[in-house]
């Protein structure tokens, strides 16, 4: 999928059949590294990062975080498909559901000081109580630790997090 000249001038958003998750997370991270060098998501990080110490990483992470959380609206996909925004598409529309948010997320991560010190990132698919695969979310190494960094959950992350029985990684970095 090329995603080079995204045209997000009339807001469209990638719409594949929701054939795996799998599929759905490969095209999650092409957008995430594709929005990294996109101004529309660096301005986004810039007014966000303006505020926070040059080079405190771990500050950026929760600067960033607390943006998607605080800036972007929840917006869920129609039945059976799966849309998958451009982040600059989320940053403009100011919504986006949990695969677009996280994408965005890492985006934005991509290009903080988190991945020049050396903090992974990675999506976790997860499901819920038995059933099958049905949210994602970010994760970031940090000082050995993955830290779930899920703007949908915001201060109810903890008890999403009791919550998942069924959990598949795709490293974004």
Not at 16 to 43: C, D, F, N
Request: charged share 20%; aromatic share 8%.
């Amino acid at each position: 999928m090329d995603f080079r000249n995204p045209n997000i001038g009339k807001s469209v958003v990638r719409r594949i059949p929701h054939y795996s998750i799998r599929q759905t997370a490969k095209e999650m991270k092409a957008l995430a590294l594709e929005g990294q060098t996109s101004p529309i998501v660096r301005g986004f990080a810039l007014e966000t990062l303006r505020r926070v110490k040059p080079k405190d990483a771990i500050s950026e992470i929760g600067a960033l975080y607390y943006a998607c959380c605080r800036e972007i609206h929840y917006v869920g996909d129609p039945t059976s498909w799966e849309f998958l925004q451009h982040p600059e598409v989320t940053v403009t529309t100011a919504a986006g559901d949990c695969d677009d948010m996280s994408i965005l997320l890492a985006s934005t991560l991509c290009m903080s000081e988190m991945l020049s010190v050396g903090y992974p990132m990675r999506f976790a698919l997860v499901g819920f109580k038995g059933g099958p695969i049905s949210h994602v979310y970010l994760e970031a190494s940090v000082e050995g630790r993955w830290l779930a960094l899920d703007p949908v959950a915001g201060p109810a992350a903890q008890q999403m997090l009791n919550d998942v029985t069924t959990k598949e990684i795709l490293n974004v970095s």
